[in-house]
């Protein structure tokens, strides 16, 4: 069996849309909340942990409802476009109440901004899975992941060279480019993917390669319940996505104020090191799925895990930037792929055929419980106890995740049969 690279980067480019976004969003609200609204650190937190509230409701709903859907065009494809449609016109409103200096007008779209981008994310992450077969949804999970760094990164670099270090900044044009690249990929999405007949490609082969164990879990009319050896797994890994997603967010929601107070970088010179690390991210993706596919996804998450804790643990004696910070930045970028590329896919391998939405739902419902909590409590300490505090409470996070995520015994990936008649699906158009 054979991934297909090509559709798999295709349809990575809703991801890529949404990954534009939330870098934009985690990089320059902060900014506008602190230097033109001037809301202080502990309530600032709490409204970049606003998206994170919607999600926890609206990211489990529109997976599940996505599940039910049945149109000509697919059951994830019509909340990408609405979704998308909608976000990126009410994206344009932040920046303009930026510019005049309009509280309420910027909370009424940032609302409604949220509210767009969290009904489509489930649904856009969940078409992955839809049309890869099991076992190769990690190498799958490495290539969308790659194209969401993609997204990432185009956003640092209009940061990096359209923020000024001097004078109040418009960030009015690099709303728009973003808004633009949101647009034309999920657009080029909607042509090249044709969703019902892959996923209908994909379920054959599912079966086909299904052992008797795997046999009622495939089939989406199933209605065995969950094993509670297995139920144990997916509690103990979803608690680990929280653990490890209240250190990372925490990081890279406050980095650009801890930036230029802490380490006294100046303008959008932050954004710098978190392109080193979506680079190094970018570059690992493809090698961690690889590295996966040999000694399990379980192994790999642990040692990123290990990777990012050692990371976090040495920023916290980092008094001031110096170059060979980049370093550190770029580790933390191929601990975070080993990690994001295997976590996913073992979530949906827990799942049944027809629960692939539903199951993403959960996923983010625990990312996002981590995202409400960690803006807080980290925007609190920052404010109350001194900005020396990020790193450490970042690495105390990561290293409890790798305690929960040792008793993990279900979703890792296993090797295909040796011999066998799936070589009729190595479909590569």
Known sequence: ?????????????????????????????????????????????????????????????????????????????????????????????????????????????????????????????????????????????????????VGGVISLILISTLVPKTGKPDYFPIFLIVAAVMAVSVLLLLWKIKENPLRAEREEIDRRNAGPQDAPRREPSSKVPMASDVKRSLILILISVSCWFMGYNAVTTAFSKYAQIYWGIQGGGFANCLLVATVAAICSYIP?????????????????????????????????????????FALVGVAWAAI??????????????????????????????????????????????GYYTLFPYAALFVAAAFCTMLFVNHGDSRPLPKKSRLEAFDVDD
């Open 1 to 149: 069996m054979k991934l297909n690279a090509k559709r798999t980067v295709l349809v990575g480019l809703a991801f890529l849309s949404i990954s534009a976004f939330w870098q934009l969003y985690d990089s320059i609200i902060p900014l506008i909340l602190k230097n033109t609204f001037h809301i202080s650190d502990t309530i600032s937190g709490g409204i970049m942990a606003i998206d994170n509230v919607l999600a926890l409701f609206l990211l489990p709903f529109f997976g599940s409802l996505s599940d039910r859907v049945d149109t000509k065009i697919g059951k994830r494809m019509p909340f990408i476009l609405c979704g998308t449609a909608a976000a990126v016109v009410s994206m344009l409103f932040l920046p303009i109440s930026d510019n005049m200096g309009s509280l309420a007008l910027f909370v009424g779209a940032l609302f409604v901004t949220l509210l767009a981008m969290g009904s489509y994310r489930s649904p856009a992450v969940s078409l992955m899975p839809d049309v890869t077969p099991a076992p190769l949804r990690s190498k799958a999970n490495a290539i969308i992941n790659l194209m969401g760094a």
């Open 340 to 385: 994001n590329v295997n976590s996913y896919p073992m979530v949906v391998e827990m799942s049944k055929g027809g629960d692939i939405g539903k199951f993403t739902g959960f996923y983010y419902t625990f990312s996002m419980a981590a995202q409400i909590v960690t803006p807080i409590l980290s925007g609190f300490l920052l404010e109350h106890v």
């Open 288 to 328: 961690v799925g690889a590295v996966a596919s040999r000694i399990g996804r379980k192994k790999t998450i642990l040692g990123g895990v290990v990777l990012l804790a050692s990371m976090f643990t040495l920023g916290a004696f980092v008094k001031e930037y110096h170059v060979w910070i980049n370093g550190l």
